[in-house]
T-cell receptor, first 115, second 111 residues
């Protein structure tokens, strides 16, 4: 068990809908990262938050947004969902906000299926 | 061209074999090099990381980084069926925050 908790584990929704994925980082970790993993794209970095502030942005679509709350949990909001958004969404956390996330711990992921 | 290239496999070996997994990359600014292992339906877990060039050994696992060739390797000695998983290489920049992952290589170790 990595200590990173993601909910829900599975989500099935229709095109055009909006969903929220939740992540609770390891106790004491200030950084939260979101990744998308699909069969044809591999693991893609979406966004990083450090202590409530956005720190780095990857290939995150404008339809997607995230935030980190004062208790350090994070939410990833996906709107106007398309079939191509079906993927595994991982959250990871690490202790520091500077340098590389060399020791990031991943949650079990949320499997999103858009029908 | 992708920043990180990794052969997706699958790679099938008999138990006890030495496994070699490799990645190439194009950006010479990468300084941190990591290997993650991902079991089916689970999140990736960090196996090893190396800063800059050189070798690092941890039990049956050895990571090598050759920055001059932009090539990294993970060797698994005495492979076990429990090593069957997808292995992802990853790398990031000094002072940077985002990590770039390879596509992952699926490894099967047959008993």
């Amino acid at each position: 068990d990595s200590g990173v908790t993601q909910t829900p584990k599975h989500l099935i929704t229709a095109t055009g809908q909006r969903v929220t994925l939740r992540c609770s980082p390891r106790s004491g970790d200030l950084s939260v990262y979101w990744y998308q993993q699909s069969l044809d794209q591999g693991l893609q970095f979406l966004i990083q938050y450090y202590n409530g502030e956005e720190r780095a942005k990857g290939n995150i679509l404008e339809r997607f947004s995230a935030q980190q709350f004062p208790d350090l949990h994070s939410e990833l909001n996906l709107s106007s969902l398309e079939l191509g958004d079906s993927a595994l969404y991982f959250c990871a956390s690490s202790g520091g906000g500077t340098g590389a996330d060399t020791e990031a711990f991943f949650g079990q992921g949320t499997r999103l299926t858009v029908v | 061209q992708k920043e990180v290239e990794q052969d997706p496999g699958p790679l099938s070996v008999p138990e006890g074999a030495i496994v070699s997994l490799n990645c190439t990359y194009s950006n010479s600014a990468f300084q941190y090099f990591m290997w993650y292992r991902q079991y089916s339906r689970k999140g990736p877990e960090l196996l090893m990381y190396t800063y800059s060039s050189g070798n690092k050994e941890d039990g049956r696992f050895t990571a090598q980084v050759d920055k001059s060739s932009k090539y990294i390797s993970l060797f698994i000695r005495d492979s076990q069926p429990s090593d069957s998983a997808t292995y992802l290489c990853a790398m990031s920049y000094t002072g940077g925050f985002k990590t770039i992952f390879g596509a992952g290589t699926r490894l099967f170790v047959k008993a």
